[in-house]
């Protein structure tokens, strides 16, 4: 049976089960009335002689009787078995009309076939089912076969013999096929009812899940691979509506009604920097300081994204409010700036006056080598508190114009070089001419002097620190690499923030702020450039300092 036709049958049962018994009664009846009423039209000649016959007529009666009972018992009040009594009447009917009908009226026995069915369908033992459907058509085919036997006349035996087998086999066909749908709509209720209990724990899931989420104080959003939102948290929503970011999407463009603006507060994210669509794109983004808003208002959103893995694609956003440490951390890092402003004055007065003490001729050689080291410290102090004065690129005094590197490199090779014997490494230069670039030499240096010293510093046992520099694919790459302790992958990306330091340069107590190398990537972005770090823990590192050609000619 096709899949339609079982869909159908289903169908056709359910509706009938829900008929009343009596509705049934009657609906299994009809078609054996129609049957019997359509006999006339068929054979009008033979029908006039009918009423002739009492057997014949008999059989009509106990039909109607059966009929009527149809309709006017109370089947539904009685023991479920009491209405195959109509088909066991049928059976009686249809045998009397049979017998008392003419010769050419014969056939009506074959109209057993409708009580076999109604019985074979309907009775809840298959023995009882089978046996009455067999019994049924013998008693109609008897009369024959007895007439053909005592009357040694073979005309309708072959029918009378048919009969009984033919409507057997029907009612074994019958009796498959409900056993059949009777094993099918078992299954389905089985599978109805575990697909129940999946959606009654798919829904309490869902209820744990949306409260789950609505508890965290972090807006969490998830889009699908267009960016647009799918589901927020109550504190994503909140966080919307308080900056007038109607839920983007529902207008179909991902952008609309943004309000973000990068970390320095003042630059609107453009649609492709925007979280929703960065992430939606499958980047990973982690602790990213976005700002909601302007003004006072604003907000100060760290943002993580993750993407979802699987065929839908997608990604989740959350944006933690971190406004109040924001806050804090420009608090700090403002008075760090003010602290060190105030430092430069009294430092500069120092160095102006050991400056003057230095410059006399009388100063015996051991107090002259210790004012050198005054000298140096001061130096070195102010070096310091000018590096605390910057907090971000934009603070940085940068001048630009067109320089030639090699000259700058290879003097901060030289320079370095001392300290670089003192702490026994060995440090080689390989420059190749020329390195134009758009530059502050001055900044540059001060950049590469960092690398140097952190390469010199950080192979506490020797070694060999490079210094490279070349031109390449439209960048000039200034590579030092040293062969020192290295950093672990969790630190790398850690290094160019202001006040890090890896664990184990903190372990190995070696002297650093942890300030050199935010700058020297403050310098690389002031310039256009980046810079890079690849290192092994214990084998050693390779900081990279990318600055973009600028020949003289383009100057
Ligand atoms: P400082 O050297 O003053 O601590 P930097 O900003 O120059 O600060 O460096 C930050 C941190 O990066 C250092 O404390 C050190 O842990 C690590 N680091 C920098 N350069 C190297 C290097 N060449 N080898 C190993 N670790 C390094």
Redo the contacts with the bound molecule.
């Keep these: 049976m096709s899949i339609t036709e079982q869909a159908l049958v289903r169908w056709a049962r359910r509706n009938f089960q829900q008929l009343g018994l009596r509705a049934r009664a009657a609906l299994c009846q009809l078609p054996l009335v129609a049957s019997v009423l359509a006999a006339p039209l068929a054979m009008p000649a033979e029908w006039t002689r009918a009423g002739e016959r009492p057997l014949f007529l008999a059989g009509l009666l106990l039909l109607v009787a059966a009929t009527a009972a149809c309709f006017a018992i109370p089947w539904d009040s009685l023991p479920p078995n009491a209405l195959l009594a109509v088909p066991i009447q049928d059976f009686v009917a249809i045998g009397l009309l049979n017998q008392g009908s003419v010769d050419g009226l014969r056939g009506l026995g074959a109209l057993s076939i409708i009580p076999v069915i109604w019985i074979a369908a309907s009775m809840p033992s298959t023995r009882t089912a089978l046996a009455l459907s067999l019994a049924g058509p013998v008693f109609i085919a008897l009369p024959a076969m007895i007439e053909a036997l005592v009357g040694f006349r073979s005309t309708g035996l072959g029918d009378a013999l048919l009969l009984p087998p033919l409507l057997l086999t029907v009612a074994v066909a019958v009796r498959a096929a409900r056993a059949g749908l009777t094993i099918q709509e078992r299954q389905l209720r089985a599978q109805q009812a575990r697909l129940q209990k999946l959606l009654v724990e798919s829904q309490s899931t869902e209820r744990l899940l949306t409260t789950l989420l609505d508890a965290v104080n972090v807006g969490i959003v998830a889009v699908g691979p267009d960016a647009r939102p799918i589901r927020s948290n109550r504190r994503f929503r909140e966080l919307a509506a308080e900056s007038g970011w109607s839920m983007p999407g529902v207008e179909g463009n991902a952008s609309a009604g943004l309000d973000l603006y990068a970390r320095d507060r003042r630059t609107p994210l453009t649609p492709e920097q925007l979280p929703l669509c960065r992430a939606a794109a499958g980047e990973r983004i982690n602790d990213e300081i976005v700002w909601l808003g302007r003004g006072s208002d604003s907000r100060a959103l760290s943002v993580v994204a993750r993407p979802v893995e699987g065929p839908e694609g997608g990604a989740v956003i959350s944006f933690g409010d971190v406004t109040a440490l924001a806050g804090a951390v420009e608090d700090k890092a403002e008075l760090v700036r003010t602290v060190a402003h105030e430092f430069r004055s009294p430092l500069t007065a120092v160095l102006g006056n050991l400056d003057l003490v230095l410059e006399s001729a009388s100063l015996a050689p051991e107090d002259r080598w210790r004012l050198d080291v005054a000298q140096r410290s001061a130096e070195r102090l102010i070096e310091l508190a000018a590096d605390l004065a910057v907090s971000s690129p934009d603070t940085l005094a940068v001048r630009l114009e067109a320089a030639e590197l090699c000259a700058v490199l290879t003097a901060r090779a030289d320079a370095a070089r001392l300290s670089a014997a003192a702490a026994g490494v060995q440090l080689d230069a390989d420059l190749q001419e020329p390195l134009w670039v758009r530059a502050d030499p001055l900044r540059v240096g001060q950049a590469v002097d960092?690398l140097l010293s952190?390469?010199i510093?950080?192979s506490p046992d020797g070694g060999t620190v490079q210094l490279r520099a070349a031109q390449r694919d439209g960048w000039v790459t200034v590579e030092v690499s040293?062969r020192?302790?290295?950093?672990a992958a969790g630190e790398q990306g850690r290094?160019f923030e202001r006040f890090?330091?890896?664990a184990?340069?903190r372990r190995s107590e070696i002297p650093?702020?942890?300030?050199?190398?935010?700058l020297t990537q403050w310098i690389a972005e002031r310039h256009g450039g980046r810079l890079e770090v690849e290192?092994e823990p214990g084998r050693g590192?390779v900081?990279t300092l990318l600055l973009p050609v600028h020949g003289p000619g383009l100057a």
């Design positions: 960092n952190n390469a510093k950080y040293d020192g302790m290295g950093i290094v890090f330091r890896t184990e340069a650093g702020v942890g300030l050199g190398l935010a290192s590192s900081f």
